[in-house]
Antibody, heavy 120, light 107 residues
Framework: QVQLQESGPGLVKPSQTLSLTCTVS??????????WSWIRQPPGKGLEWIGY???????SYNSSLKSRVTISVDTSRHQFSLKLSSVTAADTAVYYC????????????WGQGILVTVSS | SYELTQPLSVSVALGQTARIPCGGN??????VHWYRQKPGQAPVLVIY???NRPSGIPQRFSGSNSGNTATLTISRAQAGDEADYYC??????????FGGGTKLTVL
């Protein structure tokens, strides 16, 4: 059974960089069959796709966040990571990591989510 | 950019049928997926590619997609079906897109 687990600081100061890691177990992050995504959900609001990474390192980002987002992968550690720079209170959200099949673009496995609050 | 429109809320009487619409331009030509999210939990896939159910999802859950509207249908609604439901698709200009979500209330 594939499992994804987010980790990182729950509190980030305004203007700083938010950094999160997703650890994948029960399945190979090096498989060419999947994209590995970050998705966020502000409190009481809907879901927003942030971006994805492929095992090779190729990425795609939501155009609304592209200037501030970097997603990277470490296949040896079975992890992929999110960095979001210059954060404001509007970036306060639950951040999820999730998996999609390359051939079927829905999210079949999700992490439990991690709440990140941007506040001084 | 592509946008998906969902009503904020839908109510259904216990044991009756709930229908949750998801509107989008020519959405019938795209693959639509649906997620259920209960408070404090991650979303769970309930329908993929318009009408397919993942293993473990009851047959009471079904989907359809035509024209400008995709619909998630929940038959014989139960109290445990109360949740937020999101539609989602992939679009070549916008990548992954989610609807705003619909809160289902079972009366």
């Amino acid at each position: 059974q594939v499992q994804l687990q987010e980790s990182g600081p729950g509190l980030v100061k305004p203007s700083q960089t938010l950094s999160l890691t997703c650890t994948v177990s029960g399945g190979s992050i090096s498989s060419g069959d999947y994209y590995w995504s970050w998705i966020r959900q502000p409190p009481g609001k809907g879901l927003e796709w942030i971006g994805y990474i492929y095992y090779s390192g190729s990425t795609s980002y939501n155009s609304s966040l592209k200037s501030r987002v970097t997603i990277s992968v470490d296949t040896s550690r079975h992890q992929f990571s999110l960095k979001l720079s210059s954060v404001t209170a509007a970036d306060t959200a639950v951040y999820y990591c999730a998996r999609t099949l390359v051939t079927d673009l829905f999210f079949d496995y999700w992490g439990q989510g991690i709440l990140v609050t941007v506040s001084s | 950019s592509y946008e998906l429109t969902q009503p904020l809320s839908v109510s259904v009487a216990l044991g009756q049928t709930a229908r949750i619409p998801c509107g989008g331009n020519n959405i019938g030509g795209k693959n639509v997926h649906w997620y259920r999210q209960k408070p404090g939990q991650a979303p769970v896939l309930v329908i993929y590619r318009d009408y397919n159910r993942p293993s473990g999802i009851p047959q009471r859950f079904s989907g359809s997609n035509s024209g400008n509207t995709a619909t998630l249908t929940i038959s014989r609604a139960q109290a445990g079906d109360e949740a937020d439901y999101y539609c989602q698709l992939w679009d070549s200009s916008t990548a992954w897109v989610f609807g705003g979500g619909t809160k289902l209330t079972v009366l």
